[in-house]
């Protein structure tokens, strides 16, 4: 649950990213509107998964998201390149 809590609005965010990228696009704009409507849904989705979790843990899903959005730094960590 935690993890879905990330990737969901980063996937959005890179989508939008994507339509900016194209020629006659503001990037700038589309970053930043981008990171506002992210920050806004992934506290959103949280709120919703505290409040739905009945029998599951919220440290649990806690943990998740921070696992999710730290999972790229520590693949940095243990490649061989």
């Known amino acids: 649950m935690g993890a879905i809590v990330c990737v ?3 996937a959005l965010l ?3 990213l994507n339509v900016a990228a194209r ?3 503001n990037f700038g704009a589309a970053l930043l509107a981008g990171e506002l ?3 806004g849904l992934v506290v959103a ?3 919703l998964a ?3 979790s009945g029998r599951m843990h919220s440290l649990a899903v806690l943990l998740g998201f921070i696992a ?3 999972g790229h730094f520590l693949a940095l960590i243990f490649t061989d390149r």
């Open 37 to 39: 409507l992210k920050v």
């Open 50 to 52: 505290y409040a739905q």
């Open 23 to 25: 020629p006659g696009g």
């Open 8 to 10: 969901a609005p980063t």
């Open 14 to 16: 890179a989508a939008r």
């Open 68 to 70: 999710a959005v730290q």
């Open 45 to 47: 989705l949280l709120m």
